[in-house]
């Protein structure tokens, strides 16, 4: 819905109003962890900003399409369009020279120097999702959230729970065996003794 209506803006020459829902769509691909097409919405406004003079947003765009690439860990693709867009749109303000200096320390591995780079006041003012995301970077990526380990008792709570069950079972009444009749002894007629069970 959202990028229809950017369609028909872009057709009907509606530059001003542009860059609003651009921005918004370029946050909603951001969220999802879609980052290369959060870099298609940036590159369409760069062309907007063109369009409009807006010289100093489209630094501003420049420097968000080299910290998606960043959040992909593809230092050689940011590098690339850094120089490229810097190129084709004149970017010599202060967000190029730090996005190059941030490139550099990223190359070397050093998370630090990145960190420093990326705590600069010129990285605050960016579509708002994407300066949430700048926060995350490190020399591999965007750092992701660790899962909760289990505990071995939550884990297996079925072995917790048998030596309960065992104790809580009663074990089965003894059976008392009856005593066997003792034999009554008798005399008959001839005088031999018969040994009869009542």
């Known amino acids: 819905m959202m990028k229809d209506a950017i369609e028909t803006m872009g057709e009907q020459e509606m530059w001003h109003f542009m860059p609003d829902p651009l921005r918004t769509l ?20 760069m062309e ?9 947003n489209i630094e501003k765009a420049m420097a968000e399409v080299v910290l998606l690439h960043l959040a992909r ?15 084709d749109y004149g970017c010599t303000g202060e967000l190029t020279y730090t996005c190059n200096d941030l490139l550099e320390a990223y190359q070397e591995g ?9 705590a600069k006041q010129c990285f605050t003012f960016l579509t708002p999702d994407i300066a ?5 970077i490190t020399v591999t990526g965007v750092k992701k959230a660790k899962k909760p380990v289990a505990s071995p008792q939550s884990a297996s709570p079925t072995a917790a729970a048998a030596p309960a069950s065992a104790s809580a079972s009663p ?15 008798e005399e008959d007629g001839d005088g031999d003794d018969l040994a009869d069970w009542q």
């Open 132 to 136: 949430r995301m700048t926060r995350k």
């Open 26 to 45: 370029t946050g909603i691909y951001c969220k999802d962890g879609d980052y290369l097409g959060a870099v298609e919405q940036v590159k369409k406004q």
């Open 73 to 87: 860990n593809d230092v050689i693709l940011a590098e690339r369009e850094c120089r490229q867009l810097s190129g």
């Open 171 to 185: 074990s089965p009444p003894a059976v008392l065996k009856e005593p066997e009749p003792e034999p009554v002894v």
């Open 48 to 56: 907007v900003y063109k369009m409009i003079k807006q010289d100093h």
């Open 110 to 118: 050093d998370d630090e120097a990145v960190k420093a780079h990326l």
